[in-house]
C-alpha cells in the first residue's frame, strides 16, 4: 500500500517543498518597520509623543490633541498603512471626512446645540468684540503673502504663498478648529494637516497666550470693573435669533452656509424645547465620536514628508501672530467699549473675541476672580465669543468665495 502511494507521496512533498521555498523567498524579502525607518519619521514620533505628553500630564485639551498626537504616531510608522494618504486603508477612508467636508459642519451642528446666543441677544454691542477679534485674520493673510514674497528667494524649493494659501493660514486666526480645516480643505488642501494641527495646538495653549496680552493692554482699574447683569432674553428671542441669522448669511455669504447653518440647526434644536432626544445625541454622543474622527484623522495626515517643511514652520509663526493679533484685537475694542459705556464693560472679555469656546470665556472668568472676587465675567464673555464663533465663519465663507 505504502509502495503503491510513492509516487503521489513524491509528488506532494515536491509541492510542499516548493511552497515553503516560495514562503522561504517572501520572508526573506519581509522587512519590518525599525529597518525603513527616516530620521523625519523619528521626529514626527516624537513630536506624537509631546503631544501625548501634554494631553496625558498637562490636561491640555486631552479630547483633540491625544488621538490627534496617536493618528500622528501611527501615520509616521514605515509600512503600517494607517496615513491618511494609504489608498484604500481605514485612515484614509476617515480621512475623506476632512477632505469632503463633512466633519466641520457636523461639529457646528453639535456646538449650536450646547451654545446659548442669549448673551448676544441681550448685548448686541459685544457683536464689536468678536469683530476685532477677526483682527488676527487679517494680518496673518497679509504677513502670509508679505513673508512669503520675502522668504521665496530665500529658502530652496519654497515660492511663496498664493492667496488661497494666505487665506487659509489665515483663518488659523479664527481659534475655531473646524473652521480652520473647513477653510484649508477648500482653498489649500496641501496645507490642510500643518493649519489644522495648528489651530488646534493654539486653542490647547489658549491659558498661556492670552493672559499676558490681557494684562498688557488693561489697567488695574479696568479690571476690577463689575458688569451689571445681563438683560432677560426671552424664549421667542431664542428661537428668532437663529432662523434670521441663517436667512440672512445665506442670502449675503452662500459659502459660509453649511457652517452656519449648522450652528443655527443646532441652536435652534436647544431654544425649541421640543427635540429632547436630539438635544442629548448633539451634546453628548455624537460630539464626541466627531471630535474623535477629525483628530485622528488630521493627526493621521500629518506625515513627516508632508509636515517637516519650511511651509509649516512659517505657517506655525504666522498662526501664533493670528492668534495673538485677534486677542489683541478684541481686548482693545473692550476698552473702546468701556470708555464709552462709562465703565460698564470689563476689557478682560475682550480675549473672547477669538473663537476659542469656551476656553476663552474660562480665561475671562478667571482673571476677573483674580483681580476682584465679585467678578462673574463668564456669560458676559460669551456673548463675544459666540459673535466672533459666526463672524469667523462668515470670513471663511468670504475667503472661499473669492479664493477657493
Known sequence: MSIMNAPMIIEQGILSSGVLLQAGGAMGAYSTGLTSITMPQVIMLLLGLFFLYL???????????????????????????????????????????????IYPPMIFLCIGAMTDFGPLIASPRTVLIGLGGQLGIFIAFGGALLLGNWLAPIIPGFDGFG?????????????????????????????????????????????????PIMRMLTTAKERVVVMPPAKHVTQKQKIIFPIVVTMV??????????????????????????TGRYLDTLQNSLLNILTLLVAVSIGSSATADRFLTPTTLIVVFLGLVAFASGTI????????????????????????????????????????????????????????????????????????????
Open 249 to 274: 448669511t445665506l442670502l449675503l455669504v452662500p459659502a459660509a452656509g453649511a457652517l452656519v447653518g449648522m450652528l443655527m440647526l443646532g441652536n435652534l434644536i436647544r431654544e425649541s424645547g421640543v
Open 329 to 404: 484685537g478684541g481686548v482693545l475694542i473692550a476698552k473702546f467699549l468701556y470708555k464709552i459705556t462709562g465703565g460698564k464693560v470689563n476689557p478682560l472679555i475682550g480675549n473672547s473675541g477669538v473663537s476659542a469656546m469656551p476656553m476663552a470665556a474660562r480665561i475671562s472668568q478667571k482673571m476677573g476672580q483674580k483681580y476682584n472676587s465679585q467678578n462673574h465675567l463668564l456669560m458676559h464673555a460669551m456673548g463675544p465669543i459666540v459673535s466672533s464663533t459666526i463672524a469667523s465663519a462668515i470670513v471663511a465663507g468670504i475667503f472661499i468665495a473669492l479664493y477657493s
Open 163 to 211: 492667496l488661497n494659501e494666505a487665506a487659509s493660514i489665515a483663518i488659523i486666526g479664527s481659534s475655531d478648529g473646524p473652521t480652520s480645516i473647513f477653510a484649508a480643505s477648500r482653498m489649500a488642501p496641501d496645507l490642510l494637516p500643518t493649519v489644522a494641527i495648528a489651530a488646534f495646538s493654539y486653542m490647547a495653549l489658549v491659558p498661556f497666550i492670552q493672559p
Open 55 to 101: 494631553s496625558i500630564v498637562k490636561k491640555y485639551e486631552p479630547l483633540l490633541l491625544l488621538p490627534l498626537a496617536f493618528g500622528i504616531i501611527i501615520a509616521n510608522i514605515p509600512d503600517a498603512g494607517l496615513s491618511a494618504y494609504d489608498d484604500g486603508r481605514l485612515l484614509h477612508f476617515l480621512y475623506q471626512g476632512i477632505l469632503r467636508v
